[in-house]
């Protein structure tokens, strides 16, 4: 479920407005209004587009959590990297 008042507050900070995001999604701007009023739900493809509009994460539109940390795939691998050359680390010194 899409928390509603987050897509209204999200689209606002950016200041949009509600009939240019909607032709963006190929909506009409009274559907932008039910999914921003909480009225109906946006289908995954639209969540999908606004994720990119809006330039969020997904768990910010449904969950309204901004904690979250956004890293490419390929700082994701160098964290892996780095992880395992930790624990090499502690298997050396703990053998």
């Known amino acids: 479920m899409v928390n ?6 999200i689209r606002k900070e950016r200041n949009l407005k509600a009939k240019d995001v ?3 999604l190929n909506i009409d701007p009274t559907t932008l209004s ?3 009023r909480g009225i109906n739900e ?11 509009i809006y330039n969020v994460s997904i768990d910010y539109l449904v969950l309204g959590n901004r904690d979250e940390i956004t890293i490419s795939s390929q700082e994701f ?19």
């Not at 509603?4 to 507050?9: E, G, P, R």
């Not at 493809?45 to 990119?52: F, I």
């Not at 691998?77 to 053998?95: A, D, R, S, T, V």
């Open 4 to 9: 509603y008042k987050i897509l209204s507050l």
């Open 22 to 24: 909607a032709k963006l």
């Open 34 to 36: 039910s999914y921003e």
């Open 42 to 52: 946006p289908p995954i493809d639209t969540l999908a587009k606004l994720v990119k």
């Open 77 to 95: 691998n160098n964290l892996i990297k780095i992880g395992e050359f930790i624990l090499k680390l502690k298997k050396k010194h703990i053998n």
